[in-house]
């Protein structure tokens, strides 16, 4: 029985069996990437429910951030309130002190006699 090189490759089994060894590693093959797919799908669902997470974290974070900064703004606004009524305290007195000033310089020397006796009960004997 001689075997020729061509027939032997080419018969019928040997191609059935070359088929099926390739579908075999065609099967693997694509189970294995099945695997790597679901492998990265489930890294890519815990990464996504970690940032999940984390941006609920950041937004809590956030939400205590805003109260803190209505606090913040409230007292800026009480104490920029209170500026506002010193310096209008301020500029009355000020005023008021320069109109006390305006009235000393417009005295007689009599009546600055008179003023300084009566403020510091000088006899105005005694100043002569």
């Not at 009546?111 to 006899?123: A, V």
Request: charged fraction near 30%; avoid cysteine; proline fraction near 1%.
């Amino acid at each position: 029985m001689s075997v020729d090189n061509k027939s032997w490759v080419f018969s019928k089994k040997n191609v059935i069996i070359g088929i099926l060894i390739f579908i075999l590693l065609l099967g693997a093959g694509g189970f294995f990437g099945y695997q790597k797919y679901v492998s990265d799908y489930s890294l890519i669902e815990n990464q996504i429910q970690d940032s999940k997470i984390r941006v609920d974290s950041i937004r809590k974070r956030n939400i205590e951030l805003e109260k803190k900064i209505t606090i913040f703004e409230k007292n800026i606004e009480q104490i920029d309130n209170n500026i506002s009524k010193i310096d209008k305290d301020i500029t009355k007195l000020k005023r008021d002190t320069d109109e006390k000033i305006r009235n000393v310089d417009n005295y007689t020397p009599s009546e600055l006699q008179y003023f300084f006796s009566n403020r510091y009960r000088f006899n105005t004997d005694s100043i002569r």
